[in-house]
């Protein structure tokens, strides 16, 4: 099992570029099969769930070209089934798109539930009220989501949630449905603008994404496009988190300053210095920094996928904190692992009360999750001595060259295999 080894105490301080975004490129993915003509995909990260969805689609019948590492040609037009059930579908969550796609394109679509992160329940329920509401029949069976219909018929659609993934998946099927859809308390996340942004290059007819009302005329046919996927918000608040946290001073390039607003306004208030520019920011830090208050919300609130990197800020600022978690139910399974490395965090609920330590202790740890896991290695970089952070597989799946992105920033770390102990113990004599 590999595992990343980290001698904490280092400041990281250099420059960063951000990959494209995940969440985006695994819709943009989707939608790329719905076109019978070739598109061309630039700025797609280098990682794993990316990789798997690329290989479901081939799998299907789709033609992949890898131009180069981040650039990819897709032909949707052999495609010759509507089934996805292979097992490493369930690894990641973005298949679900393949519903709302294949729905689209062939009125027919059965697709293995997704995977993903646990971090809670993470129901589908509002997927499947949007495609009952465009005219198809849905139904779960054999761990597959079962969905078809003779017409896609336009609807006026409320979602009883704000959901991303359901935003998108609609959108998809809807695209290409007769008539006008209306989606009412729509996601309005940087990627459903992006998604619909790709979809209107191909032909399609949507207007109001990243507002709570996006209005879908449906076309009968999508064409092949050019498109580059925008950069990942998550990657850059993750970096921008680790300047801070390190008392590093890092220049956080490619990328789009308002789409971290939340981030940034939160680090200045604890005491961070922040300069903007047009596609980057420079975050740095000095001194020990203070405590807030911070509510998980959807965009542009603060997002859910910054607040384990938030908490572990916290962990060692002065004086305590609160975070409340408002979008999944289980997403501080981290904090424990945390609280061995001296944190002094107490869950409640939805809610982690967070007393300021002046330092965390190195320890081994495990990665829950993809965010929880690279909140760990922030903690890491931070605490005295060495961190072993374990499961670094999900932190592989979000984030392109991890670990080469943190050296080059100067972070003492590195990946090994957890019986390479001849490794373990020339990195331990190298550092120190
Ligand atoms: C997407 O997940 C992201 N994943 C998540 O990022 C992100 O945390 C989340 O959006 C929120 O921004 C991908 O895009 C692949 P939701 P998704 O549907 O679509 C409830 C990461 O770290 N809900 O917006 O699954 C749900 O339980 C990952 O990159 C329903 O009740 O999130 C949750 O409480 C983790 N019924 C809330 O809505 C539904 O049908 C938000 O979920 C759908 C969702």
Avoid: W
């Amino acid at each position: 099992m590999e595992q990343y080894i980290i001698k904490g105490g280092k400041p990281l301080v250099g420059e960063v570029t951000i990959s494209g975004y995940k969440n985006a490129a695994l819709g943009i993915i989707a939608a790329s099969i719905m076109t019978d003509e070739t598109v061309k995909i630039e700025n797609v990260p280098n990682i794993s769930d990316i990789n798997i969805l690329l290989q479901v689609i081939e799998q299907i019948g789709a033609k992949v070209e890898r131009v180069n590492k981040n650039t990819i040609k897709i032909n949707g037009s052999k495609i010759n089934s509507h089934t996805v059930d292979m097992d490493y579908v369930r690894k990641l969550r973005g298949s679900y798109y393949l519903v709302g796609a294949l729905l689209g394109k062939c009125r027919r679509a059965n697709v293995a539930l997704p995977g993903g992160c646990n971090i809670g329940s993470r129901p589908i329920d509002q997927h499947i009220k949007g495609f009952e509401a465009l005219g198809a029949y849905v139904k779960i069976e054999r761990g597959l989501i079962c969905a078809q219909s003779e017409r896609l018929q336009g609807a006026h659609i409320y979602f009883d949630c704000t959901s991303v993934g359901a935003t998108i998946n609609t959108m998809l099927a809807a695209s290409m449905a007769d008539g006008l859809t209306i989606l009412e308390n729509a996601a309005k996340e940087p990627h459903v603008v992006d998604v619909a942004n790709f979809l209107n290059s191909m032909g399609a007819n949507i207007k109001g994404a990243g507002t709570d009302v996006i209005r879908i005329k449906g076309v009968s046919k999508l064409h092949g496009s050019e498109y580059s996927i925008i950069p990942d918000q998550i990657e850059a608040g993750t970096f921008m988190f680790a300047a801070a946290a390190t008392k590093g001073d890092i220049l956080v390039k490619n990328v789009i300053p308002k789409h971290l607003e939340a981030f940034t306004a939160k680090l200045i208030e604890i005491g961070a210095q922040i300069e903007e520019y047009d596609d980057a920011v420079r975050v740095r830090a000095f001194g020990r920094l203070g405590n807030t208050h911070v509510k998980t919300l959807v965009y542009p609130g603060f997002l859910t996928d910054m607040q384990p990197q938030m908490t572990t800020l916290l962990a060692v600022s002065s004086g305590t904190s609160i975070v409340t978690e408002n979008i999944f139910e289980n997403r501080f399974k981290y904090v424990d692992e945390l609280c061995r490395m001296g944190a002094k965090i107490k869950v409640e609920s939805n809610t982690a009360i967070i007393e300021g330590v002046e330092k965390l202790t190195g320890a081994v740890v495990s990665a829950p999750d993809l965010r929880g896991g690279v909140a760990l290695v922030m903690a890491g970089l931070m605490a005295d001595g060495f961190t072993i952070v374990e499961n670094v597989e999900y932190i592989e799946r979000g984030y392109e060259n991890f670990e080469s992105k943190m050296q080059k920033l100067g972070a003492l770390m590195i990946k090994v295999d957890s019986d390479d102990i001849k490794a373990i113990k020339k990195f331990k004599l190298k550092v120190g």
